[in-house]
């Protein structure tokens, strides 16, 4: 049972429209990809996008449900931005709201039969809740976003799956 009730598959039917989604086969477990999730200091490993620079020496360990933490970013200028986990459904979901309102989710399943394991990887930029949304259309950060999503999970791949995958 998770901690708290994910949105719908594509949030809520009003902002359905504002879910960016990108998804890949990683060849390592939900638990080892989940692992890394949920590690803060280990988000600038993984980030895609190039502006997360390092987790604020105040961040947990390791999130869980209502875990806030910050992070020093780098958008032309340095800048530190805070987040709070609002998603946590443990080794299966984890998302955290930006101080923006928007949402960052991961969504991992294991792949049935796979061997050696394997998990289906959704990334989802969730912009239904955002606090400024024509600011996200003036910087163009909905396409940039998505590519630096597939930049993402291809980074994530990298760090689990076992060499020669």
Same mark, same amino acid.
Not at 3 to 24: L, Y
Not at 99 to 109: A, D, F, I, S
Not at 139 to 145: D, E, L, S, V
């Given at each position: 049972?998770?901690?708290?009730?994910?949105?719908?598959?594509?949030?809520?039917?009003?902002?359905?429209?504002?879910?960016?989604?990108?998804?890949?086969?990683?060849?390592?477990?939900?638990?080892?990809?989940?692992?890394?999730?949920?590690?803060?200091?280990?988000?600038?490993?993984?980030?895609?996008s190039g502006t997360v620079r390092a987790a604020r020496s105040d961040a947990p360990e390791r999130l869980t449900l209502g875990s806030r933490f910050g992070m020093n970013m780098r958008l032309g200028v340095p800048y530190r931005t805070t987040n709070e986990v609002v998603?946590?459904?443990?080794?299966?979901?984890?998302?955290?709201?930006? +101080?923006?309102?928007?949402?960052? /989710?991961?969504?991992?399943?294991?792949?049935?039969?796979? $061997?050696?394991? !394997?998990? *289906? #990887?959704?990334?989802?930029?969730?912009?239904?809740?955002?606090?400024?949304?024509?600011?996200?259309? +003036?910087?163009?950060?909905?396409? /940039?976003?998505?590519?630096?999503?597939?930049?993402?999970? $291809?980074?994530? !791949?990298? *760090? #689990?799956?076992?060499?020669?995958?």
């Open positions: 049972m998770s901690d708290t009730e994910p949105p719908s598959e594509t949030g809520s039917a009003a902002g359905a429209d504002k879910v960016v989604r990108v998804e890949r086969v990683i060849a390592a477990s939900p638990e080892a990809i989940f692992a890394v999730l949920a590690d803060p200091n280990r988000h600038q490993d993984f980030d895609g998603e946590f459904d443990e080794g299966r979901l984890i998302g955290w709201r930006h +101080v923006g309102g928007h949402v960052w /989710r991961y969504r991992l399943e294991a792949v049935e039969g796979a $061997e050696p394991p !394997a998990t *289906l #990887v959704v990334e989802e930029f969730d912009w239904s809740t955002n606090r400024a949304p024509l600011m996200l259309k +003036v910087m163009k950060a909905i396409p /940039r976003n998505e590519k630096a999503m597939r930049a993402t999970l $291809e980074r994530l !791949a990298s *760090l #689990v799956e076992p060499a020669g995958t």
